[in-house]
């Protein structure tokens, strides 16, 4: 059973409220869960204590167990002390395909080619 330490969603259309919560990685988002840790409300300003509230003794106790944050969440355990978020970057996705690629390298060797020929001096003419 993988578990994960995330927010499910709550509040009106456009007025969105978060728990902190402890579920089975399977659960549906805003279903079930083994336990509530906290609660975030992005509504309030960025300074506010009241935006992030984290029950830091059960978020350490589930982290012990081995339950893993995400992205989101893991910013959260940061700010309290608790967690070191590492940076993430997912170039995979931004790189272009194979064909594109190709075309990219092509274009790249006709460029060096073409600044290669620039460069070189003049051959002075024969008389």
Known sequence: MSVKIRLARGGAKKRPHYSIVVADSRYPRDGRFIEKIGTFDPMKPKD????????????????GKGAQPTDRVERFLEAAGLWKRTARVSVAKAKPKKKAQERLDAAAAAAAEAAEK??????????
């Open 118 to 127: 620039a460069a070189a001096p003049a051959e002075p003419a024969a008389e």
């Open 48 to 63: 506010s204590a009241e935006r992030v509230k984290l029950d830091t003794d059960k978020a350490k106790a589930w982290l």
